[in-house]
């Protein structure tokens, strides 16, 4: 299995709802990433997961809760999500040699396409 | 803070050969990488360059400067199918963790 998956593919969401976007790897792969892509722009990194424990946050706002309940598993709560929230959100895995991760590249999802409302 | 700049366009003839540039500026400096992202899609990597010299992966070859703080990403046999958008991405330290940052894009378009 050489997929990451994410679920949902698209998410309508007010701005008083609480969602969550799920990823699934099952690669073996111990870093994983959250990315927020918005129309013909690059991917922004929002936060890195390293042996399911938060190493990176890149200052992105507390309604962005981010969890790493196994390897496999990589979830984004969100919460009070403003309309300039509207995004594609990207995850990605890489592997990881020794606490560094690896020089490979990233397999990313197909992300989920997140509109506010 | 970190930058990576890339031309916004670049359009080439099919079966012709077209290089796409990067120049960034950024501490910790690891290595360099670029991705194919279809519209719609996600980004798919491509290769990568840690030390200075020429990658080649089929119809792919990257290539990396690190004193001119430069790569380039060189597609040859140009098909239709190579129409995408194609970022050079930044292999960083940032508090003993490497993190991957991406430059502004290039948007290919191939046409017959």
């Known amino acids: 299995d050489t997929e990451v998956t994410q679920t949902p593919k698209h998410l309508v969401m007010g701005m008083t709802n609480k969602k969550s976007l799920k990823c699934e790897q099952h690669m073996g792969h111990r870093a994983m990433y959250w990315y927020k892509q918005k129309a013909k722009k690059p991917p922004e990194l929002m936060f890195v997961?390293?042996?399911?424990?938060?190493?990176i946050n890149e200052s992105v706002p507390s309604r962005f809760s981010p969890e790493c309940p196994n390897s496999s598993l990589l979830n984004l709560h969100l919460h009070a999500l403003q309309p300039e929230d509207s995004a594609l959100y990207l995850c990605?895995?890489?592997?990881?040699?020794?606490?560094?991760?690896?020089?490979?590249?990233?397999?990313f999802g197909s992300g989920t396409r997140l509109t506010v409302v | 803070g970190q930058s990576l700049e890339q031309p916004s366009e670049v359009t080439a003839v099919e079966g012709a050969i077209v290089q796409i540039n990067c120049t960034y500026q950024t501490s910790g400096f690891y290595g360099l990488s670029w991705y194919q992202q279809h519209d719609g899609g996600a980004p798919t990597f491509l290769s990568y360059n840690a030390l200075d010299g020429l990658e080649e992966t089929g119809r792919f070859s990257s290539f990396l400067s690190r004193s001119d703080s430069y790569g380039y990403l060189l597609l040859q046999e140009l098909q239709m199918k190579d129409s995408a958008s194609y970022f050079c991405a930044v292999t960083s330290f940032s508090g003993g963790y490497q993190k991957v940052t991406f430059g502004t894009g290039t948007k290919l378009q191939v046409i017959p």
């Open positions: 997961y390293s042996y399911e424990k938060l190493s």
């Open positions: 990605a895995s890489s592997q990881i040699v020794g606490r560094r991760q690896s020089n490979y590249g990233y397999t």
